[in-house]
């Protein structure tokens, strides 16, 4: 499968945004996906998933509340809603799919097979 993320723009604090990640080359449905972002000189974080069918989704805590992970598996697309976006979350997004579990549960990179190339997120204070 090969995944595109897009999206990505530059907004003021609190502001929102919504990122795609759109599959080509095998359904989607058959893959939990993942957010992940990277700011500049950190390590590729974790920020969301969600599990094959959508009805199970997981965040890392400094998301919870603000950022919404869902998925359309007639549209082949994930999407990640951020909205009251701050300047701690400007990095560069990637979308990641990994193998569809029951339970969004895979939170490392590692767990995730494909990507896409990223799309970034400049939030202005």
């Known amino acids: 499968v090969q995944l595109q993320a897009f999206g990505g723009g530059l907004v003021q604090a609190g502001d929102y945004l919504r990122l795609s990640c759109a599959a080509s080359g095998r359904a989607i449905d058959t893959y939990s996906v993942a957010w992940f972002l990277q700011a500049p000189g950190k390590e590729r974080e974790f920020v969301a998933t969600?599990?094959?069918?959508?009805?199970?989704?997981y965040y890392t805590d400094s998301v919870k509340g603000r950022f919404t992970i869902s998925r359309d598996n007639a549209k082949n697309t994930v999407y990640l809603q951020m909205n009251s976006l701050k300047p701690e979350d400007m990095a560069v997004y990637y979308c990641?799919?990994?193998?569809?579990?029951?339970?969004?549960?895979?939170?490392?990179?590692?767990?995730?097979?494909?990507w896409g190339q990223g799309t970034l997120v400049t939030v202005s204070s």
């Open positions: 990641a799919a990994g193998p569809a579990l029951l339970r969004a549960t895979m939170t490392e990179s590692y767990e995730y097979d494909y």
């Open positions: 969600i599990n094959w069918s959508g009805g199970s989704t």
